[in-house]
């Protein structure tokens, strides 16, 4: 059956309950091989699964693509995507905010295959009109960015690019499906971490890769199938679960970010807010024009000794101290504290940025810890 809301798209779609026995969670395949291959199509857990094929569904039709390929962690489908664009010798340009990870892959591994990234700051078409060169295989976005959630303009890059046989790539983790399709924007593949939102429980690593039919099954194909990179069906179930509440998760999400960046960006001990979602954010328009809402995930420069805000976060009641984003829970981070102008230039950040991923706590409890740990500082 076929569902145009995507609320109803993560509730139903591919929960083919006539194939399950009538069972309204479909059950998980846990299993390497399937026999009898003439009947079903199924061979090889590493090619093709049940349960994680309803995933793939779902991702597809929320992401307005063809089709969607789920890989066992948000890099493992950054790494394979990447690795379908390029080719020895492959010039790739990429905003200096990306993930560190994504960063890590292009400026330290990319590099054995003759391959060259060039990191722009990712604002203006003209970064990346300047930088391309005729050996520019692949534009690689990010929007938001990570830690300073900068914008690139999705639309215009991708008919950039397409002008110039260039692929592109963007990382959609931040806004999630729900609130931006790069796909429908013109972008050739679109990749996740589904270990943030998507999962949304903090207890699921997983990653996922949408595009056309065509450059999926060339990515399942090859990449997915030879490096290995692929989904478990317990984690494809757990994945099935989170995405059946991501509407409501992100609803909330948002409603306390908005609250928390309001928050921040009127205390006298702020400098500055990073947050798509506020009139202030300087690219506010873009993101208008091409997101439908923002998420929980959100930065800001304390004014302060770094060692006195690191101290003061630390010991936060609600926002743990601890990497990663996108689950239940709320989490705090530091970056680029005390370090050097080099440091942060080189980390693209403007100085020492405090990070927090608003969860679905009570609003009001989020505010008064974020109060407790300023006024520490
Ligand atoms: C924006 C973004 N993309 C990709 C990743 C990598 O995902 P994973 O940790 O699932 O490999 C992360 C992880 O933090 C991320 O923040």
């Given at each position: 059956m076929d569902?145009?809301?995507?609320?109803?798209?993560?509730?139903?779609?591919?929960?083919?309950?006539?194939r399950f026995l009538g069972a309204i969670v479909p059950p998980i395949f846990q299993t390497t091989l399937f026999t009898n291959t003439d009947k079903h199509g199924y061979v090889y857990?590493?090619?093709s699964n049940p349960t994680t094929e309803i995933v793939e569904g779902k991702i597809a039709a929320l992401e307005e693509g063809e089709a969607a390929k789920c890989f066992s962690s948000g890099m493992a489908a950054i790494s394979a995507a990447i690795m379908r664009a390029v080719r020895t010798g492959s010039h790739v340009i990429c905003p200096i905010t990306v993930y560190g990870g994504t960063k890590h892959f292009l400026t330290d591994y990319l590099p054995r295959f003759q391959v060259e990234t060039t990191f722009v700051p990712g604002d203006s078409i003209e970064d990346f009109e300047r930088a391309i060169r005729p050996n520019t295989h692949l534009i690689y976005l990010e929007s938001p960015s990570s830690n300073l959630f900068a914008l690139q303009d999705l639309q215009a890059l991708a008919q950039l690019a397409r002008e110039r046989g260039i692929t592109t790539i963007a990382d959609n983790t931040w806004a999630t499906p729900l609130y931006q399709n790069p796909l429908a924007l013109g972008i050739d593949m679109v990749v996740h971490s589904a270990s943030k939102y998507l999962g949304g429980h903090s207890d699921v690593t997983a990653g996922a890769a949408a595009g056309k039919?065509?450059?999926m099954n060339e990515l399942a194909g090859q990449e997915r199938q030879l490096?290995?990179?692929?989904?478990?069906p317990h984690s494809s179930w757990l994945l099935l679960r989170g995405i059946r509440t991501l509407p409501v998760r992100m609803s909330q999400h948002q409603e306390s970010a908005m609250k928390a960046a309001r928050f921040l960006e009127a205390h006298p001990k702020v400098e500055r807010v990073f947050y798509p979602g506020l009139p202030s954010h300087p690219q506010y328009d873009l993101g208008l024009k091409q997101m439908t809402g923002y998420t929980g995930l959100l930065s800001f420069m304390p004014i302060g000794r770094p060692e006195r805000i690191i101290e003061a976060v630390k010991s936060m009641r609600y926002f743990q101290f601890g990497p990663s984003w996108g689950g239940f829970e709320s989490l705090v981070m530091t970056y680029g504290m005390g370090a050097s102008k080099e440091e942060t230039d080189r980390m693209g950040i403007p100085g020492g940025l405090v990070r927090i991923s608003v969860g679905l706590e009570h609003a009001e409890s989020l505010l008064e810890d974020l109060e407790h740990a300023l006024s520490k500082i």
């Open positions: 569902y145009k809301n995507k609320e109803d798209i993560c509730a139903h779609l591919g929960d083919d309950y006539s857990t590493r090619v039919s065509s450059i490096y290995g990179a692929v989904m478990d």
